[in-house]
């Protein structure tokens, strides 16, 4: 029978707007979240973290926002580019040793 | 710093083969993560190591699949014996103290 992938979430964002993009987290207990960015043939890297005492934490041109209340995340590029165009995941810490979970991503597509 | 380093960079093997494959973390950091990254099933962490010992495999695949750290500098994942269903990106990652996580640029491995 035919193979189906993952369902990669897409966002087309035309290039100079500003792009939002969001995630959902289940576990209450978590308290540390990180924001990575994928480009194609590399590997996922770090943009931005929030612990889970703040509601907000900006960057350089991001901006992320957390939801304790509803458990979500999301991840906002102002004036969006080109190069900002990869696949971007949300990552949560569960207590303990460090271990990281990914979500699934979301896919950007800046048009230009 | 190099950051994290992986080796090889791409890797094309037939089934029954054995493939080892290899990461120098970032200087200084006590924990390393080893992922495959695929279509199907998106970013999965297989094992984790703080300071050099395992702390967690319940994501390797099967008995096929292990992992070692010798010494707080390198770390191997091997596959014996390896199957066509392997194929994917292979991703380390190290970190200091559960902070964001440093990738490597990844293992392509393809299992003909």
């Known amino acids: 029978g035919e193979s189906v992938g993952l369902h990669l979430p897409t966002l087309s964002v035309q290039e100079g707007d500003n792009s939002i993009i969001n995630c959902a987290y289940s576990n209450s207990a978590s308290d540390y979240f990180i924001w990575y960015k994928q480009e194609s043939g590399k590997g996922p890297q770090f943009i931005i973290d929030i612990r889970s005492n703040m509601d907000k934490r900006q960057g350089q041109r991001v901006t992320v926002l957390l939801n304790k209340t509803v458990k979500h995340l999301s991840l906002q590029i102002a004036a969006t580019q080109p190069g900002d165009s990869a696949v971007y995941f949300c990552?949560?810490?569960?207590?303990?040793?460090?271990?990281?979970?990914f979500g699934t991503g979301t896919k950007l597509q800046v048009i230009p | 710093d190099a950051g994290v380093i992986q080796s090889p960079r791409h890797e094309v093997t037939e089934m029954g083969q054995e493939v080892t494959l290899r990461c120098k973390p970032i200087?200084?950091?006590?924990?390393l993560f080893w992922y495959r990254q695929t279509m199907m099933r998106g970013l999965e962490l297989l094992i984790y190591?703080?300071?050099?010992?395992?702390?967690?495999d319940s994501g390797m695949p099967e008995d096929r699949f292990s992992a070692k750290m010798p010494n707080a500098s390198f770390s191997t994942l091997k596959i014996q014996p390896s199957e066509p269903r392997d194929s994917a990106v292979y991703f380390c990652?190290?970190?200091?103290?559960?902070?964001?996580?440093?990738f490597g640029s990844g293992t392509q491995l393809s299992v003909l």
């Open positions: 190591f703080n300071n050099n010992v395992p702390i967690d």
């Open positions: 990652a190290s970190s200091l103290l559960g902070e964001k996580l440093f």
């Open positions: 990552a949560d810490h569960s207590g303990g040793y460090q271990k990281v979970t």
């Open positions: 200087s200084g950091h006590n924990s």
